[in-house]
């Protein structure tokens, strides 16, 4: 193979990579920074790494038990985030089972556990 062909082969993979390598990876969260307290309403603010498809993305709470409970999401004010509506809990702990799909349509499943304090 030529030197030049193979350069101009090495540049289109090294310039294209970004546009094929995206899932969608939970960067931040509030959860971390402001807890939920027991029988309030609340929201969860979930930062992504990329665009999110909300239409396509579900976040369920896991209670005691493994029973799942789908939770209404919009989009947050910054790019790549979501606002979860928590609803009122009792102490104990939960999870938010997250199944998004990045707007290049990888998805992306990941699990938080938190608890719920007085």
């Given at each position: 193979?030529?030197?030049?062909?193979?350069?101009?082969?090495?540049?289109?993979?090294?310039?294209?990579?970004?546009?094929?390598?995206?899932?969608?990876?939970?960067?931040?969260?509030?959860?971390?920074?402001?807890?939920?307290?027991?029988?309030?309403?609340?929201?969860?603010?979930?930062?992504?790494?990329?665009?999110?498809?909300?239409?396509?993305?579900?976040?369920?709470?896991?209670?005691?038990?493994?029973?799942?409970?789908?939770?209404?999401?919009?989009?947050?004010?910054?790019?790549?985030?979501?606002?979860?509506?928590?609803?009122?809990?009792d102490p104990g702990d939960y999870a938010l089972k997250l199944k998004v799909f990045a707007a290049d349509g990888h998805l992306t499943e990941d699990v938080?556990?938190?608890?719920?304090?007085?």
């Amino acid at each position: 193979m030529k030197p030049l062909l193979r350069i101009f082969i090495f540049a289109a993979f090294a310039c294209f990579t970004p546009l094929c390598s995206a899932h969608a990876v939970v960067t931040e969260y509030s959860l971390k920074i402001k807890p939920i307290h027991a029988n309030q309403a609340d929201i969860v603010e979930l930062s992504f790494n990329s665009r999110i498809e909300l239409g396509l993305s579900r976040v369920f709470l896991v209670r005691k038990g493994d029973s799942l409970e789908s939770l209404p999401l919009s989009t947050g004010g910054k790019k790549g985030q979501i606002v979860v509506q928590i609803p009122a809990l009792d102490p104990g702990d939960y999870a938010l089972k997250l199944k998004v799909f990045a707007a290049d349509g990888h998805l992306t499943e990941d699990v938080i556990h938190f608890s719920v304090t007085q």
